[in-house]
Every structure is written in structure tokens, then in C-alpha cells.
């Protein structure tokens, strides 16, 4: 359908303007147009779709952006034929990083707060429709009763907020050393944030409190972090990286004390709905988070909707 609807406005171009210097271009779309688009042969030959074997590359099956890739892939009809790769976070950034060496066409499936902007130029293409949603924040959740049971951890996690450059930088350096150790750097570089959390909080003896995260670095850094301000505070501190559905059911069943790992609105918004009103919402921890379609900066695309069909 999309290819109609560019062969339409190649038709409409004027006269002049082709004659102008798009010659290469229209030699291949006339021929598009003469066989109907059903010849294999007459496929164009420079998209980025067949450069990128019409494949996403994405994540683990339990993401919430592995779902909203899943939704792009039915919201976009120019998608038509394409195949979203799930494998892991691990494996993706392999793959961007070999193309990125070899300067080769990739679309991943990536996030904002993540490392790899730092580390690569990298653009996100526009999504039109929203599959990915919008602007995300991070939420945290506590059980129900928690503010009863531990009510100096209930006040830390009420305070807890921070920036997107905080958690990228933990992240960041934890590409060269353990993310529990970036964290410890972090939180001595910034005692004046982390005391923002825990100023004028009572200390307890030891008590356990279990934090509950997703297993992505992102929330490894959030998750390291408030150990290191609730371990100040007494507090014997188990953190549990469990996927992402996991992490409400817990919360909602009192399994879990805390979160700071729900993406929202979008990317956990079905999971936090399933459970709704059986956790309590302390809000945002972080603002202008992100999901989408992540290319190259080098490359030729803009925007999901400039993808072409695989068939
Ligand atoms: N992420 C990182 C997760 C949440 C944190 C964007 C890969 C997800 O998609 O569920």
C-alpha cells in the first residue's frame, strides 16, 4: 500500500524536477509501476528495508518495549512482512555495535535512559502513530501497608527522584566495572542528592526490606542506589530482579516491599493496570524516559513510516 502511495507522488512530481536529477530513481519506479509491483526483480534496491532484512532487532520476550514493538509492527501497514528479532538486551547491543563498526544499516528496538546514546550517535525514528507511546516516567510502587510497617524506607522511596543523566552515568560506567560498584561511585559523587532522600530520617536496627526491579541496567543503577540510601538508614536491603509483569504481582501480593522499575504510562501500563489498586503509587522517580525504533545516526530514515513493506 505504502508503495502506491509513493509511486503516486513520483507521478506527481512535475516534469521538470525529474528532469531535474531524480533520473536513477524513476528509471527503478517505472518499472515498479509497469509490472504491477509483483515482480520480484523490480523491488527497489536501496531501502533501508531490504539493507536491514526487514528485521527489528529487539529484546527479552518479557519487555514492555518487545510488546510495543510487536504493536508497532500492526499500527505501521508500511511494516507489512517485517520481523521483529527478539532475543536479548545483550545480543542487540552486540548486533548495533557490529554495525555501527562496519557502518551497516540496524533498527533496534532501544530506550532512553541507556548507555549506547553515549556511547554511539544514534537517532530514534519518529513513530507517528505512538506505538511506543510518548514521553515515559519511571514510577515507584510500594505494597499496600508498607507505610505502617517501615515508615523511614516509605519516606526514602516517597523522596527518591533523579535525572536521566544520573542513571545514564551509572550505567555508562557500569559497561567497565559491576553496576553495584558504579552505583557506590555514583552515590559518593553525589552525597548531596542521595541526603535529599534520607535528611532528618530516622535510623532503624537492621530491619529487611526487599526491593523488586526488572533485570535491566537501568534499574540495577535505581535499584543499587536505594539500597545504598536505605542501607545508611539500618536497613538490610535483598534486591530481586524479576520481568516486568512479575514485578506488580509481587508488589500486589506483599512478596515484594518496593519498585522502582515501572515504566509508564505506556510500556507497563497493562501490567500495572492488571494490579491496580492493590499497590500504592509514590510517583514519579524520573522523567523523559523513551522507546522506539533506534538507527545509526548515519543512516537515511527518519521515521517508521518511511519504511518500506517487505511485500
Ligand atoms: N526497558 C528498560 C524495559 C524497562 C526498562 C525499556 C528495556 C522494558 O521495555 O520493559
Redesign the pocket.
Given at each position: 500500500m505504502f508503495k502506491w502511495k509513493k509511486l503516486g507522488l513520483v507521478a506527481g512530481l512535475s516534469l521538470s524536477l525529474i528532469a531535474a536529477g531524480c533520473g536513477a530513481d524513476d528509471t527503478e519506479d517505472a518499472d515498479d509501476t509497469a509490472d504491477n509491483g509483483n515482480d520480484d526483480q523490480a523491488e527497489t534496491t536501496e531501502g533501508v528495508g531490504e539493507e536491514v532484512d526487514y528485521t527489528i532487532t529487539g529484546?527479552e520476550p518479557g519487555?514492555?518495549?518487545?510488546q510495543?514493538t510487536n504493536t508497532a509492527l500492526e499500527d505501521y501497514e508500511n511494516l507489512a512482512g517485517w520481523h521483529h528479532e527478539e532475543s536479548s538486551?545483550a545480543a542487540m547491543l552486540t548486533e548495533l555495535r557490529t554495525a555501527i563498526e562496519n557502518e551497516e544499516p540496524i533498527i533496534v528496538a532501544g530506550?532512553t535512559p541507556h548507555h549506547k546514546f553515549a556511547q554511539f550517535d544514534l537517532k530514534y525514528l519518529d513513530d507517528p502513530m505512538e506505538s511506543y507511546g510518548g514521553e515515559e516516567y519511571i514510577s515507584t510502587i510500594v505494597r499496600d501497608g508498607l507505610q505502617e510497617d517501615m515508615p523511614e524506607a516509605y519516606e526514602v522511596l516517597d523522596r527518591f527522584y533523579w535525572e536521566v543523566e544520573d542513571m545514564e552515568s551509572i550505567m555508562l560506567a557500569g559497561q567497565d566495572m559491576e553496576i553495584e560498584e558504579a552505583a557506590e561511585e555514583w552515590v559518593a559523587e553525589n552525597e548531596d542528592t542521595v541526603a535529599e532522600w534520607t535528611e532528618g530520617i530516622d535510623s532503624v536496627d537492621g530491619t529487611s526490606i526487599e526491593l523488586v526491579i526488572?533485570p535491566?541496567d537501568?534499574?540495577r543503577a535505581s535499584g543499587n542506589v536505594l539500597r545504598m540510601a536505605l542501607e545508611d538508614l539500618g536497613y538490610d536491603v535483598t534486591i530481586t530482579p524479576v520481568d516486568?509483569q512479575i514485578v506488580f504481582q509481587a508488589i500486589a501480593t506483599g512478596d515484594g516491599d518496593a519498585s522502582p522499575?515501572p515504566?509508564m504510562p505506556y510500556?507497563?501500563g497493562d501490567f500495572y493496570a492488571e494490579y491496580e489498586g492493590e499497590f500504592e503509587d509514590l510517583g514519579e522517580n524520573l522523567v523523559g524516559a523513551k522507546?522506539g525504533m533506534v538507527v545509526p545516526a548515519y543512516m537515511d530514515i527518519d521515521s517508521i513510516e518511511d519504511l518500506e513493506p517487505a511485500d
Open positions: 529484546i519487555a514492555g518495549i518487545t510495543a538486551t530506550w526488572t535491566w537501568s534499574e516486568p522499575a515504566w510500556t507497563h522507546l
